[in-house]
Structures are given as structure tokens and as C-alpha cells.
């Protein structure tokens, strides 16, 4: 059980933020999966749902099975945060969190996002009006700092922590690091230093249950939040918190079990976007689960022009039979073509790290 405020967690594992990707059928999938202790929404403008703006409803659709939630919010006016939080906590959000990492123009140019990480008071003023507000969480993620020589994370969270904020999430990078490097550990070490009670969640590159255990081992983070980790391993929230549970690890999920999790996750695309929209946006979320199936050319060429959803169970039939040719007569890929498990950046030497990195989605999104 893990406290973020009054909100109690059935375990100390979060998922991340991915604008475009963390819509209802993604979390969903994930808590059907099970293990995470809460699901984060994408970044929503504050004052695009205070205007009903239908893109920003889309973004924060939720239902019943969709619990415990938080919704991410940017924005820069006191007002507008303050307001929309108030609205989130009336439809029954169970917590709300702050964008304060990211560097996209759109986000810093109304003062929100990593704006908010060089103006300290002005951010400290904004925050309590949220905090005073409501009566749910509010939370807080950022990254360490704009670079190297400005690591503000440290005393941005204990100013939080004194106006009233649950928890402090924190990517182990500067901005101007991108994605790039290795995540530093020692900088998120350095927040949870600063605060006096409040958990620090630590978030960057945890693509395994050691690498999870590692970094809560190292820094004395209370939780650890994963972005990316979960686009190729839904199963990662699972089996971390077996681990860290009885220190066992479970073995990787089947061929056959990816496939029953990637076609659920299409199935509710569909039901939640509607059929063509469904399949255009599952598109870009397909070949992330292929990367763990071994030799996948022949799918991942097709599944990014899938138009319908009867044409995926064609796709998946051929997809399946030209797989054959890899795997021995129970099925299992011929050691050959076995993938490597995969190794967090911070558990590498750099230069594997670096070579080793996760991939970013193209867009402006290589900046966050
Ligand atoms: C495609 C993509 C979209 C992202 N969107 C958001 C966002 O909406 N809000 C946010 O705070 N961070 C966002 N991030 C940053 C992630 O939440 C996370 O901090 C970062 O990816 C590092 O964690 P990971 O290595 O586990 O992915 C995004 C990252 C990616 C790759």
C-alpha cells in the first residue's frame, strides 16, 4: 500500500505520462494487467477544458475500470489551474498532477511546463492555489534541471513540499540532455533529499524489475514511474511489483500472451476511437509490442497501414505463419533469433547505454 496524500495506492508503481499514447485504452490494458499503483492521462491544457474543448475531453475520457486516475495539467495562469482542478475533482479525478518538465514551445509559451521550473515563487504561488482548491492530491513532475549547471529540481520540490504537494515526480535528466545520456541517479538522490516527507517518485529508462528495484535501492525514491518501459512490456508494472515483493523474477510473457495483450489493446482502441480512428492511432502502437516478438518485419510493415480492424486478424494470421520458420516445434524462437533481455541505461556502461538507448517517437515530443 503507498500513500500519495489522502489517496492509497495498491502499489508504489506509476505510469508515466506519454502525450499521445496514455489514452483510456492504453491504461486500461495496463491495469488489466495489473501491478500499477496509478495511471497518469497525457499533458491537457487547463484552459482548453475549462473552454469544453472536445480534443481536451477526449484526453481526460475515463470510466469505471479507469481508477485510481491522475490528470496531467499545464498552464501558466493561477486561475485557470486552480479552476480546472477544481472541475477534475468534481467529475471525480483522484488526483491531479503538474507538468513541469516539459520544454515544448506550445507548453513554456503560456508559462507552463519547464517555465515553471525558473520561477520559483510565481510557480510556488500557482501550486498553492491549486492545493488550497481541492481536496485530492496535487503532484508535481519535472525533470532535474534546464542543464547541468542549473539543477533546480532540489529546491523546487521543497518549495512544493511547503505549499501543500502529495508527491514529486522526477525524470532523472536536465532538459538539455533530451533523452540522450544515461539518467542520473544521483540527481534524483538529491531531491529526495531535499523533502522532508513527501515521496519522490523516480522516473527515466526502467525497462526491467532490477532496473526499478536499482534505482529505489540507490536513491531512496518511494516509488518509481515508467513511460516507455511500458509501450514494448505492459507486464512490466506486474512483474516489478513481484519482485520487489518475494525478490522473484517471473519470466518474460509468451509470444501467444503479447498477442492476446496487443489485440485487446486494438479492441478497445476501436471501442473507444471508433474503428478508423482506432486502427490510424493503434498504428504507432503496435510495432512498440513487436520489438519483443524476434523477427517482426513482415508485421510491423504492415501493421502501420492498418485500416480496419478485421484486416489486423489477417495481418496476425500471416504474421503468425511466417514466424513459424523462426521457432522450433513447441513454438519457442530458435535460441538464434532470441532477443536479448533488456538493460536500463543506468544499469550500462555509458557507451552501451548510449547505443543501447530506448527509442523516442518522432515529433516534439524528443524534447520532453
Ligand atoms: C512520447 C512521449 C510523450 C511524453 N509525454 C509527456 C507528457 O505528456 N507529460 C510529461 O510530463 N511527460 C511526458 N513525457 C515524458 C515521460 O513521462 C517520462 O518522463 C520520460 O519518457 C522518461 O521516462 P521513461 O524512460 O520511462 O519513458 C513523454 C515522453 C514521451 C517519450
Not at 51 to 80: H, T, Y
Not at 277 to 296: D, E, L, N, T
Not at 320 to 333: A, I, M, S, T, V
Request: charged share 25%; proline share 5%; hydrophobic share 40%.
Amino acid at each position: 500500500m503507498f500513500e500519495l496524500g489522502s489517496l492509497k495506492l495498491e502499489s508504489n508503481l506509476f505510469l508515466s505520462p506519454l502525450a499521445g499514447y496514455t489514452n483510456l485504452p492504453m491504461r486500461l490494458v495496463i491495469r488489466e494487467v495489473g501491478g500499477v499503483g496509478l495511471c497518469t492521462t497525457d499533458l491537457v491544457n487547463a484552459r482548453s477544458l475549462l473552454e469544453r474543448n472536445a480534443k481536451a475531453f477526449k484526453l481526460i475520457e475515463s470510466n469505471a475500470q479507469d481508477k485510481p486516475l491522475a490528470v496531467q495539467l499545464f498552464g501558466g495562469v493561477p486561475e485557470e489551474m486552480r479552476d480546472a482542478a477544481q472541475y477534475l475533482e468534481s467529475i471525480g479525478v483522484d488526483s491531479i498532477d503538474i507538468n513541469m518538465g516539459c520544454p515544448v514551445k506550445k507548453v513554456v509559451k503560456v508559462g507552463g511546463g519547464s517555465a515553471m521550473m525558473t520561477q520559483l515563487d510565481k510557480t510556488a504561488s500557482l501550486v498553492k492555489g491549486m492545493v488550497d482548491a481541492v481536496k485530492i492530491p496535487i503532484s508535481a513532475k519535472m525533470r532535474l534541471g534546464w542543464d547541468d549547471r542549473n539543477i533546480t529540481a532540489p529546491e523546487l520540490a521543497r518549495t512544493l513540499e511547503g505549499v501543500g504537494v502529495g508527491a514529486i515526480f522526477v525524470h532523472g535528466r536536465t532538459r538539455e540532455q533530451g533523452f540522450s545520456g544515461v539518467v542520473k541517479l544521483e540527481g534524483i538522490s538529491k531531491v529526495v533529499a531535499a523533502v522532508e516527507s513527501i515521496p519522490v517518485i523516480g522516473n527515466g529508462d526502467i525497462t526491467t524489475p532490477g532496473a526499478a528495484k536499482h534505482m529505489l535501492d540507490e536513491t531512496g525514491c518511494a516509488g518509481v514511474s515508467i513511460g516507455r518501459g511500458a509501450f514494448y512490456n505492459p507486464w512490466i508494472f506486474q512483474h516489478t511489483k513481484h519482485f520487489l515483493a518475494t525478490g522473484e523474477l517471473l519470466s518474460e510473457p509468451s509470444f501467444e500472451e503479447r498477442v492476446r495483450v496487443l489485440t485487446r489493446h486494438l479492441d478497445l482502441m476501436v471501442e473507444v476511437f471508433g474503428e478508423n480512428r482506432g486502427c490510424v492511432m493503434f498504428r504507432k502502437v503496435a510495432p512498440w509490442y513487436a520489438k519483443r516478438f524476434g523477427p517482426a518485419n513482415l508485421f510491423s510493415k504492415r501493421v502501420v497501414r492498418l485500416q480496419t480492424r478485421s484486416e489486423f486478424d489477417e495481418i496476425l494470421g500471416e504474421y503468425c505463419g511466417w514466424r513459424e520458420q523462426f521457432c522450433d516445434e513447441k513454438g519457442e524462437l530458435l535460441p538464434r533469433f532470441q532477443l536479448e533481455p533488456m538493460v536500463s541505461s543506468f544499469m550500462q556502461e555509458p557507451q552501451v547505454a548510449q547505443r543501447e538507448a530506448i527509442p523516442v517517437p518522432a515529433g516534439p515530443v524528443e524534447v520532453w
